[in-house]
């Protein structure tokens, strides 16, 4: 971190444009450049962030590229997570852990990946919320990708206990057979099985992280659970964002309970990857403010 604030100061006056992107196959919707673009100009940092859309055949030497001098590095989304895992010099902790990343960071010609999803998310509970996940009880809704870096972060933060419920159960167990220790935290149930109230009742914090709610598909307007399934002291977080507020927010705003919407793990994860990048501290609200107007702007 510290040498990266360095190359600023040392680069900073020949007016360099340092360039950043986003590593993907499909992405003509993705918000990253919206607001880490916003980042760049508030802190006076002359880069640029691109969206790079290239097959798979083509990440080897994109990644390669990401070398060059006045590259600071990309951050690297589906489907290359796992693949450009397998192409960086070194990885952080929580990287290795997961077995992914989505960010790379070029250190004078070494490249380091990181996974911001899994910090940003708890850096979100965190700053949003108050909420501290140490020694709380956690319900997740879902089983994939979203549920995994979500699992892995409070995992590492020592909850009590966390409930995986998944439409496909079988799923659900292979997710958790992931995690060498701690096996005796977890529980597993169907997301349909009625003994999810008793669940739900018992806990600090619900995840949504099935794309139940989603815009645009057919459970639009629907929430896994109901007001009355929600207790009015815990927190509820949709990692859907599209839309802003989801029926199982509603239903949570409803209960009384707290709510965090899903376009902060998009932002945080983009703040923590900013934060590695430039070695400065990310302007959050502008980026979530810029984030909310484009997205108010599509309609
Ligand atoms: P992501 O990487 O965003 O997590 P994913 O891997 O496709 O996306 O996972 C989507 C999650 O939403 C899964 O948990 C999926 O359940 P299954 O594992 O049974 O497929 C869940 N999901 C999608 N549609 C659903 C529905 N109609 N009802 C309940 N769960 C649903």
Redesign the pocket.
């Known amino acids: 971190m510290i040498l990266t604030v360095k190359k600023f100061e040392i680069n900073y006056k020949r007016n360099d444009l340092y360039q950043v992107g986003i590593f993907g196959e499909k992405l003509s919707h993705s918000l990253s450049p919206v607001f880490q673009n916003v980042a760049f100009k508030y802190c006076q940092i002359p880069a640029l962030y691109e969206v790079w859309e290239f097959s798979k055949d083509e990440l080897h030497e994109r990644v390669n590229l990401l070398r060059k001098p006045n590259s600071l590095g990309a951050n690297v989304t589906i489907p290359y997570k796992e693949l450009a895992y397998d192409m960086v010099d070194d990885l952080d902790e929580t990287a290795k852990q997961i077995g992914a990343i989505n960010t790379i960071v070029n250190n004078s010609g070494k490249l380091k990946g990181y996974n911001t999803d899994v910090s940003g998310f708890i850096r979100s509970l965190k700053e949003i919320a108050s909420f501290d996940p140490t020694g709380k009880n956690v319900l997740i809704l879902?089983?994939?990708?979203?549920?995994r870096a979500a699992i892995f972060g409070l995992v590492n933060e020592k909850v009590n206990s966390i409930t995986v419920a998944?439409?496909?159960v079988d799923?659900a167990v292979k997710l958790i057979n992931d995690f060498g220790v701690d096996q005796e935290i977890f529980s597993i149930l169907s997301?349909y099985d009625e003994k999810i109230s008793e669940i739900s009742l018992r806990a600090d914090l619900i995840i949504n992280?099935?794309?139940?709610g989603m815009k645009h598909s057919?459970?639009e307007f629907e929430s896994?659970l109901s007001p009355d399934q929600i207790p009015a002291n815990c927190v509820v977080y949709d990692i859907v964002y599209n839309p802003l507020i989801t029926p199982l927010l509603k239903n949570a705003q409803e209960a009384g309970a707290e709510i965090i919407q899903g376009l902060w793990m998009l932002i945080f994860q983009g703040v923590d990857s900013f934060e590695l990048w430039t070695g400065k501290s990310a302007p959050v609200q502008n980026m979530y403010q810029k984030a909310m107007e484009h997205f108010k702007s599509l309609g």
């Open positions: 879902g089983a994939g990708g979203a549920a998944n439409r496909t799923r997301v992280a099935t794309s139940v057919s459970m896994l």
